[in-house]
């Protein structure tokens, strides 16, 4: 195996050839879909009269239900055994743990994990860290307490199944996570997009250099990474970073390698569908947006058949220059929950970060809220300098901004400059969007 | 390419199933006692990441 068996973290499965995949992905649907019905009450009542024998293709499976997140909520809400609920796929003794979804759209639902369901999610965490380069010579420090957050302990689980020395970096502000950097001499963070740009921010005004600190990789979590903000963050560190798409209840699914062109589907741990955004039946087509459709072929405590996960990619092509043969997603346009038609256009918050964080460096932070005045919507951008910039230098940038916005997303946008420091940092999940009709009952279709 | 080498995964599922074999054999050795059961199981969790990793690709090249 050698030198090429080095590259890869399961070099089986990752170069098998797709036919093999696709064959092995709706094999393995059919014993989990089995595995469900034999040991969920949920799938026991919603799958009655679906037999796993009969699958043979994809268009079988398309035939199958999904369920959603509130699907999820209904089975946990007031069912036994707490709080768990009806989904449970294993007796409730077995369940070593359990994480919580952030609760961003609703009630947090509770996912729990036997000691083999987690050591399998923490196998395909293994994979993303191999492919963004993470070996066992690596000191990984993650800047986080990781409370139910599922993220940062599978990175943390799996860097150290890997080798890598790992060094939880929670109960300490951003100074003390600097130092720490700094003392233990990290090579590698697991990171927020958000707190990633804080850090070296918070880095600079304490008069040290990022880019020297021997941060070398850094994985980020727990937002959508747009390429501008990913490039930020590569030239703020002077490191590689990668991206991964996934969710608690899922897991991750997709990843980058070190080509960092797209992401590849984690297959065969997942057999993933991007259907279309309107009637979700149809596989749209390589360079199409669609929804991706998750299903985890080997986590049995908490069995997904045909997760409806709302992330709404572009889809990609199969292979890579990297030799993985998984299919590739092209990149996140965001949540179908965050796309919102704004005055009959659909807007989607991605959009105005691809813009300010690739192409306006001077803006440090930023923020969306869209309002109804009247009978129109107002969309209005605050923007935060980096440092305090004069008046006529102001006017100048917001109206660049102003004209970039219009063409990327064809919303007039106000801007409303800030001063430096005057809007919140966020170390998790950030809330940069906030649409106000739907606290005054408007509409937000 | 790597993913084709199917004698060598066949070699390995069989190593696999033995793991899994002396796993469950241990657990009816030291049935009741939590050091065995508990560690047992730890061991079944990775031959499970394993199978899903090897054994399933092995049966794969097969059908």
Known sequence: MGVLGRNYWNPFVETLPREKLRRLQIRNFRKILKYAKEHSGLYRETHQGIEPEDIRSMDDIRKIPMIDKEDLRCAQTGKEPFPFGDLLGVPVEEVSTFRQTSGTTGTPVYVPESWESWQWRVEVWCHILWMAGFRETDRVFIPFGYNVYVAFWEGHYAA????????????????????????????????????????????????????????????????????????????????????????????????????????????????????????????????????????????RSFPLIRFNTKDVVRKGKSGCACGRTSMMIQGMAGRADDLRKIRGVLFTPVSVEEVVRGEFPEIAEYEIVVERKGIMDEISLKVEPEQEIGEEVMKELMKRISERLKMKTNLRFLIRPLKPGALPRYTLKSKRFRDLREMKGGEAS | MIGTNGDLLRQMKTKIDGIENLVHELQLLGGGVPAIEKNAQCILSFTHALQFGISDIAEVEDL
């Open chain 1, 160 to 299: 150290e199944k890997l080798g890598c020395t790992v060094i939880p970096g929670g109960a300490l502000d951003t100074k003390g996570r600097l130092n720490k950097i700094r003392e233990v001499r990290a090579t590698a963070l697991l990171n927020t997009p958000t707190y990633g740009l804080h850090m070296a921010e918070t880095a600079r005004s304490l008069g040290l250099s990022p880019q020297e600190m021997g941060i070398a990789r850094m994985v980020c979590a727990g937002e959508p990474l747009p390429d501008a903000t990913r490039k930020r963050l590569e030239e703020s560190w002077g490191a590689e970073v990668y991206d991964h798409i996934g969710g608690t209840e899922p897991c991750a699914w997709a990843a980058m390698c070190k080509e960092r062109k797209g992401l590849h589907i984690m297959e065969p741990f997942f057999l993933v569908e991007i259907l279309d955004m309107e009637t979700l039946s149809r596989e749209v087509e390589e360079g199409e947006l669609g929804v991706a459709v998750v299903t985890p072929l080997g986590r």
